[in-house]
């Protein structure tokens, strides 16, 4: 099982680094009692929306839209990650890289 209470302080932290670039973040972290407890940030820009979940179990998915809207055409995604205490700021690291290709590239992005 992770423990994302070490993710409490680095989380918010590099979300602050995205609201810099002029995008809206939220992070939410579900309780202990939930029946999945983790995990979930999004990401919206003028272009696209990202979505990265993570839960206690070791498992991470992340998605992206365009434009920004659940109802929008999915552009990326990754499903099923695992993650251990220590690949869990490197694989967040590339749902953010991914996330910025979309956003700030998107004349390119779609193929």
Known sequence: MLDFSNRRSWLPSKLV???????????????????????????????AMGVFEAWTAGEADYSIFMPPSRKA??????WGLELTAETFESVFDNFVTEYRRHEFCAGTSKA
Not at 23 to 40: E, M, Y
Not at 73 to 78: L, Q, R, T
């Open 73 to 78: 055409d999915m552009v990326a995604n990754k």
């Open 17 to 47: 680094e995205l609201e810099r670039l002029g995008l809206v973040t939220s992070v939410k972290f579900g309780s202990q009692t939930d029946n999945k407890p983790g995990v979930v940030i999004e990401v919206t820009g003028k272009v």
